[in-house]
């Protein structure tokens, strides 16, 4: 089954690793991988255009299907392979409810880090404003403390949405370990810091982690006034 699917990816892209970690979890190792250099253009070559005319990662195709977007082949994967590997959306409603609310939540979150991580990349050199950017890092930061208020409320050793591992954290860890890539605070966010050490652990972490960051663990420091 494996050999019929095939993702496009590249480095540095959360929504890319969480559809590797979906494939994982649903333990299908062994499916087409094409890495594309985001700084040579590669995402947007004909092969990408052509079934992605938006000219992004990921790609993923199964067979004949084509999904462009990480939530949806991440839902697709789970819906179409329910009783393989890893069941990532819980049976009961209540359980529902909290994966799907924090799984949307994260995008949030991942839009605010983008802001400040990459507030150079968007905004050119004669734009850019120091307060801007500072309004960007106050707007991080609660929803940072958002995340770790969430967490302390839970018990010890929960994940996203619960004491089980869920598609919340397939498309919610990536994100949290990104921040923690660029310089976020172990010491002021213990419960994200407790959170992150605990699923980054997991094979299909291991497995998928990225390889950039074996070479620079430390990252960057862009987060740790934060």
Known sequence: MAKDMTLFWGFGSPPCWRTMIALEEKNFQGYN?????????????KEVMDINPRGQLPTFKHGDKILNESYAACMYLESQFKSQGTQLIPESAAEQALMYQR???ILTFQQKLYDVVYYEYYVPEGERLDSALKRNKEALTAELQLW??????METGSYLAGKKFTMADVVGFPVVAYAFHHGLSEERYPKL???????????????TWPKDWQENPQGTDKLKDL
């Open 103 to 105: 799984m949307f939540e």
């Open 33 to 45: 991988q094409k890495l594309l250099s985001f700084d040579k253009g590669e995402h947007k070559s």
């Open 148 to 153: 770790e208020n969430y967490l302390q409320k």
């Open 193 to 207: 810091t407790e959170y992150y050490n605990l699923v980054k652990e997991r094979p299909s972490m291991k497995a």
